[in-house]
């Protein structure tokens, strides 16, 4: 909508809660954020963000820090009202906003002078699609939605006030048809035989609607389920993350066809750069070259495995501004009590995120793509993604390979996570999805040890429980954890991570989250429990005792038992600590 801002969100928001295709409620209103080829230009207050190997999977040449300008010459984030369908709390009409005559914010009804009251209720499917709930069809059994050529159909919905169930929500019209009320209209085949799904793509255009064959889905405007952020996120790992590849990257245009790049150095005037020499440079742009005509895997666990290869070796600070330093911690102690085998304190680290898509009704899996939901028109696409920055520090931890092995070959162990295996499975074949991997118990106690870590630092470092993040590496060769700091400002890179390695106290403050997961105020059922959590994903943890903001869980608070760690009342040796 054109003029003044409506509302405001932060930036970051705009990547994982308010982004393309979301919608948003500002004040009595909602609105959904256009698709990026309605984004303005760019502007002199946006920011451009560079990560080589994010920038080479998307085929893009740059990321963009969402705009935020109170300028009307350069814009801002453009949004459109959705859902269409608004009711009047005084005449209880219920009809798209134009027959309202509402072409401006807020909307108000003409006769009534009060503002309009959003939809409550949408259909989504799980290719992307949403549009208004089929008011008229559900009332009307499946009937024509255009009615009769001599009667009118005006539509009122109208609330009883006795309760909040959906009971109390009537539906009725001016053809005398008998009113119903919503009453198991969210149910998963309330829609069947009512209404099919439409295609329709609002975010992108009232003209992009395409087939689908998808069965839609009613759901609360507001649920989580009708939003889920894609966002991939890597880390700047040598030698992108070094300062001569800042630099190169910077003058990439000048620099990327230069015949003679001595030469071009000279005509820059970049030649005697007080940080790099001309042999640094030329080195750099070489690489970058060669970077750029070779083929490299781009796929989630090639990154991952790059950077897994990357926390485990020294990366000490040199000239000029570095994205990645880390550096290594000797501690027999936590490696023979705790088999943790290397500690590496990241002293700097860059993270970047970028919204590659979204999905609805179920979360973005690496094995469907088509599902994920475009971000732009196919003939409309930018060079360009919407992403963020997160500057922090951190700390790398390695289990022992070898002890995790003998561990996890246990037959009471497997056991014990094949409940949870069978649910992720379970899932995915409802949303019509194929697994992605298997659950392992490797995979279920690293993840919950990152979790109790993070609960336990969050006391002495001086940061909130939502301020630190987790990332996982997590194969049959990758056995660590990353703790970092998740704040997009420079608080991210106070040291209270670093510190918790460096004050000596690492072993005791490890032990100490252990000895918290051994209880819990919720047991002895949250400890028995064979299946808890979202889809059954989760054994013994809820929010008494593992569960984390989901800001700082890569795996939606799922995939997490914390017998694993310390064991449950029957097998204490069940749990990785208690094994070693």
Not at 100 to 115: I, L, M, N, V, Y
Not at 455 to 477: F, Q
């Amino acid at each position: 909508m054109k003029g003044k801002p409506i509302g405001g969100v932060r930036r970051a928001q705009l990547i994982t809660t308010y982004g393309v295709g979301s919608l948003i409620a500002v004040g009595s209103e909602s609105f959904m954020v256009t698709g990026l080829d309605r984004w303005p230009e760019l502007g002199p207050y946006d920011q451009t963000i560079h990560e080589r190997r994010l920038e080479k999977e998307f085929g893009v040449q740059c990321f963009r820090l969402p705009p935020a300008s109170d300028s009307d010459k350069y814009g801002d984030i453009p949004v459109i009202r959705f859902p269409e369908i608004q009711s009047c709390p005084g005449c209880n009409r219920l009809a798209k906003a134009k027959f309202f005559g509402a072409t401006r914010s807020p909307a108000k009804c003409k006769e009534c002078d009060r503002e309009l009251v959003p939809s409550r209720f949408v259909v989504c499917c799980t290719a992307g699609h949403i549009d208004d709930f089929p008011y008229f069809r559900w009332l009307h059994k499946g009937g024509d939605s255009n009615g009769s050529e001599t009667q009118r159909h005006d539509l009122k919905l109208k609330a009883t006030g006795r309760s909040a169930s959906l009971g109390d929500i009537e539906i009725s019209c001016s053809c005398g048809v008998r009113p119903v009320t919503m009453e198991g209209a969210l149910g998963k085949g309330a829609l069947k035989g009512i209404s099919s799904c439409t295609g329709r793509r609002p975010w992108l255009g009232n003209v992009w609607q395409e087939d689908c064959d998808q069965f839609p889905r009613a759901m609360q405007r507001g649920a989580s389920g009708v939003w889920f952020s894609d966002v991939r996120s890597a880390l700047s790992i040598p030698p992108w993350s070094e300062g001569v590849h800042r630099f190169v990257q910077s003058h990439w245009r000048s620099l990327r066809k230069a015949p003679d790049i001595r030469e071009r150095l000279e005509e820059l005037e970049l030649a005697n750069h007080r940080l790099f020499s001309v042999e640094e440079i030329i080195q750099a742009v070489e690489q970058r070259r060669e970077d750029d005509a070779g083929h490299t895997d781009s796929s989630e666990a090639a990154l991952k495995s790059g950077e897994y290869q990357a926390l485990t070796r020294t990366a000490e600070e040199k000239a000029g501004r570095q994205d990645f330093v880390c550096v290594p911690w000797p501690d027999d102690t936590i490696a023979t009590e705790l088999a943790v085998d290397q500690v590496m304190r990241v002293k700097r680290l860059r993270e970047v995120r970028v919204l590659r898509g979204f999905t609805r009704l179920a979360a973005p899996s690496t094995a469907s793509p088509s599902q994920r939901a475009p971000l732009y028109a196919a003939e409309n696409r930018p060079d360009w993604l919407p992403a963020i920055e997160v500057i922090g520090e951190g700390v790398f931890l390695r289990l022992d390979a070898d002890r995790l092995a003998e561990w996890e070959s246990r037959p009471e162990v497997s056991a014990r996570v094949a409940p949870i295996d069978i649910a992720y499975r379970e899932r995915s074949a409802r949303f019509g999805l194929t697994p992605d991997r298997e659950i392992t118990p490797r995979l279920v106690m690293i993840h919950t040890l990152a979790h109790s870590v993070i609960n336990e630092w969050s006391l002495d470092s001086g940061y909130p429980t939502a301020s630190l993040r987790e990332r996982l590496y997590v194969s049959e060769k990758m056995s660590g954890i990353l703790i970092y700091t998740a704040t997009s400002d420079s608080a991210g890179s106070l040291g209270g991570i670093v510190a918790q390695v460096e004050s000596g106290n690492l072993a005791n403050s490890i032990r100490a989250a252990l000895d918290r997961m051994s209880w819990c105020s919720s047991d002895p059922l949250c400890v028995e429990s064979d299946t808890s959590g979202t889809d059954n994903l989760n054994r013994a943890a809820c929010h008494s005792c593992v569960l984390l903001p989901e800001t700082s869980c890569e795996e939606f608070n799922t995939l997490l038992d914390r017998a694993l760690l310390i064991g449950d009342q029957e097998d204490s040796n069940l749990g990785f600590f208690s094994f070693v």
